[in-house]
Structure formats: structure tokens, C-alpha cells
């Protein structure tokens, strides 16, 4: 049994990889609902796997205030250059 009033909080981070969450993933982010979660993805579907994470502004309804938000929940992008394999 856990005593959950002197148990210690734990922080847990979430990081999601913006060119492999599907939208509900992505909705979680901070200030990303569902549209434009679904946006986000269909706009890599369209467009092919995000280069760096400053492509999302291409996305529309994501600003540089939203950006900022869900910065801290994204996994970096890789330089595709230095990856193997497609």
C-alpha cells in the first residue's frame, strides 16, 4: 500500500517525436488541441518528417508563443544528414 499523502511527488517528463506521434499524442502538448494536432500530422503527411523543430510554424495556428510551449515536450529533430538509412 502506498500512503499517498506522504508520498513525494514525482516529475515526469513528457517528450513526444514530432515526425512520429499521431494526433492524440500530439494533443497532449501544451496549447495543441486536437485540430491542430490533426494539422500538424497531416501537414507531415503532405510535406515529408519535420527538419528542425522551427518547421512547425509552417503549420498554421502555430505561432511563436505556441512553439515556445511545446518546445520542452519535443524530442530534437536529427540532422538528417548525419542519419543512416531513410
Do not use: C
Not at 511527488?9 to 502538448?29: C, H, K, M, Q, Y
Not at 498554421?60 to 520542452?72: D, Y
Amino acid at each position: 500500500m502506498v500512503d499517498i499523502e506522504r508520498t513525494q511527488p514525482t516529475r515526469v517528463e513528457f517528450l513526444v517525436d514530432i515526425n512520429e506521434a499521431d494526433w492524440p499524442e500530439l494533443s497532449e502538448l501544451p496549447n495543441i488541441g486536437e485540430a491542430l494536432a490533426r494539422r500538424i500530422v497531416e501537414y507531415r503527411q503532405s510535406h515529408g518528417p519535420f527538419h528542425d523543430l522551427n518547421e512547425l510554424r509552417r503549420v498554421q495556428g502555430i505561432g511563436p508563443k505556441t512553439l515556445e510551449s511545446m518546445r520542452a515536450h519535443l524530442i530534437p529533430v536529427a540532422d538528417l544528414e548525419t542519419v543512416a538509412g531513410p
